[in-house]
């Protein structure tokens, strides 16, 4: 990976480690939003549902992708990240239960000069979040406004 802007290019692609989505995190992420959906929260009426059992919060599997990319990146990069900027074509692929190990593939798609106060321009990143069964759950591109 790349630390600052001019010395990104496209193509450029990473693997995460993986992380194990558990009951604690579902439990503190539903108490952390408010989100208690019977999706997430009621074992006994999902199962008798079409998953079978409860799944992880979509927004769970967000914020689960958006620190391993962090917990990816070298400090070198961390030092000339400005921020988060935004995000398209964000879809939940698959449900995500608990008990599963996911990870991230990414890749830089686009990098883009700005006029900004503090940033250079802004980097696209198409993300993949992938199970242990090879799987996609979860893809998205995001942008981060880099120096």
Do not use: C
């Amino acid at each position: 990976m790349a630390g600052e802007f001019d010395t990104v290019d496209v193509g450029d692609s990473f693997t995460t480690s993986g992380r194990t989505i558990t009951e604690a995190d579902v439990v503190n992420f539903a108490g952390v939003s408010g989100d208690f959906n019977h999706l997430h929260t009621n074992a006994e009426r999902m199962a008798d549902s079409g998953y079978g059992e409860r799944i992880a919060h979509g927004a769970l599997v967000f914020s689960v992708v958006t620190g391993l990319l962090w917990q990816a990146r070298d400090e070198a990069e961390k030092r000339h990240m400005v921020a988060f900027y935004g995000i398209d074509r964000l879809r939940f692929i698959k449900p995500v239960f608990l008990g599963e190990t996911i990870h991230v593939e990414a890749e830089i798609v686009d990098t883009e000069r700005r006029d900004h106060p503090v940033a250079t321009g802004v980097v696209r990143t198409e993300v993949t979040a992938v199970n242990q069964a090879d799987d996609a759950v979860f893809s998205a591109e995001f942008l981060t406004l880099r120096r």
